[in-house]
């Protein structure tokens, strides 16, 4: 448990998507202008990579890895080089399975994920949580945990961005640092901050 | 019939006043992860330009057949699979480069720049124009990449290509590294600073303040 309980921690914190690994900038940047639309997004990543990264590791176990297709008399069958089209095709489709339950049976939750639902489907994080699932050799509830973690890191740091610049849409800022430029410093520094949880360690 | 485009434009414009990571806010995402030296940032831009260009070339050449309601995903299955080959190339012949870049030549697919370029032009425009625009906005890319790499390998490790260029400490030298600069925060400090300088020598890419700022107010002596 505790074992499943650090890779959470370490995948929210020491590996933070935005912050430590550069995963998911375009979206981080474009819309942590305003917490609201930061929060939705946070939520929206954490669900999708929650759902998306199991869902991917049975694709990859059930079919693409080396010797997946033993049962079938072809052991030698390497087919992980088809991965990313199988998790782009299976990312796509979650995304848009998820939307339509989500508008079906809880319309209220949908309101608030708004339209980032259909954005993640490009983007980077997203295949990137599945493509680490993949390179680390998780097992199932391993990339539970993975999936959730990521997702929940990333929400933290998209909030906590928007919370920042909304402070700073009055400030004084030269005109160069407007928007974009600002936006990459207050990332650096918040990433300054994260680097200190590389030091993190669970104590036994 | 359409006017003739302007090649030399479409090639020049996305190196400083159309540039796809300072002004278009795309392909960021795998831009800053591989900056750490020069030959990691070297080996990323021409991959991302050569999927680029090909996958502009290509949706551009069946742009009148791609029913629009599954445009996005043949978009990125084209993508993907000119992913696929690179990222076999790379492992084949740059192995060591190819292991320390990980995961993020396969982000290519998702590269906000690629599908951004895609959907904004090449579905739009013949092959040729479309394959110029990718060049071009891969140029713009390759010079925002090679010169953040080329100061993090130059500052964080004194060399340049593995070249040492300033002599370490610890080898004998002068020079002591600028640990920060490995470090992914300084990836962001670096380009903020650049988006700046940029801003500041062509005033016209600035964004409008969301609100007016509030006036000034002189501290009571």
């Known amino acids: 448990m505790t074992a499943l309980w650090s890779l959470f921690l370490s995948a929210a914190f020491v590996d933070n998507m935005p912050l430590t690994l550069f995963l998911g900038l375009c979206t981080f940047l474009a819309l942590s202008r305003r917490p609201e639309s930061a929060f939705g997004l946070g939520i929206a990543m954490t669900g999708v990579l929650g759902v998306t990264v199991p869902l991917n590791w049975l694709i990859y176990q059930g079919l693409l890895a080396p010797g997946a297709w033993a049962w079938a008399g072809q052991p030698e069958l390497d ?58 050799g998780y097992d ?31 400030a004084h800022l030269p005109a160069g640092l407007r928007g974009l430029g600002i936006a990459f410093v207050l990332t650096g520094i918040m990433s300054l901050g994260f680097a200190s949880f590389a030091q993190m360690a669970m104590s036994q | ?61 069946i742009r009148r057949h791609i029913p629009d309601s599954i445009r996005l995903i043949v978009q990125i ?27 993020y030549v396969s982000l290519i697919t998702t590269n906000c720049l690629v599908l951004g370029r895609t959907e904004a032009y090449a579905r739009h425009h013949a092959p040729l124009p479309a394959a110029v625009d990718a060049i071009g906005n891969g140029l713009g890319y390759s010079l925002i990449l090679l010169l953040i790499g080329g100061v993090r390998e130059l500052f964080g490790r004194g060399a340049l290509f593995g070249w040492p260029v300033m002599p370490l400490a610890e080898a004998g030298g002068w020079f002591t590294p600028l640990g920060l600069m490995l470090l992914a925060p300084s990836a962001f400090f670096l380009l903020g600073g650049l988006v700046w300088a940029i801003r500041s020598l062509w005033p016209d890419q600035t964004e409008a303040p969301e609100h007016p700022p509030l006036p000034r107010t002189e501290p009571a002596e």
């Open chain 1, 140 to 170: 199932f509830p391993q990339s539970v945990v993975f999936g959730l973690g990521s997702g929940f890191g990333f929400a933290v740091a998209v909030v906590m961005l928007g919370a920042i610049r909304t402070r700073l849409a009055y």
């Open chain 1, 79 to 136: 087919l992980s080089y088809l991965s990313l089209i199988a998790f782009i095709g299976v990312i796509a489709a979650t995304v848009q399975l998820l939307e339509m339950l989500l508008d079906r049976f809880f319309p209220a939750i949908h309101a608030a994920f708004g339209v980032f639902l259909p954005l993640l489907t490009v983007q980077c994080a997203i295949l990137a949580g599945s493509l680490f699932m993949v390179d680390r």
């Open chain 2, 1 to 61: 019939m359409a006017a003739r485009v302007d090649f030399w434009a479409t090639l020049t414009d996305p190196l400083i006043r159309q540039n796809p990571v300072t002004l278009q806010i795309l392909g960021i995402c795998s831009a800053l992860a591989v900056t750490t030296s020069l030959a990691t940032a070297l080996t990323m831009s021409v991959s991302l330009t050569v999927v680029l260009t090909l996958s502009a070339v290509l949706i551009s050449l």
């Open chain 2, 77 to 103: 299955i084209i993508v993907a699979s000119l992913v696929i080959v690179i990222d076999q190339i790379l492992q084949a012949y740059l192995a060591e480069i190819s292991r320390s870049l990980s995961i």
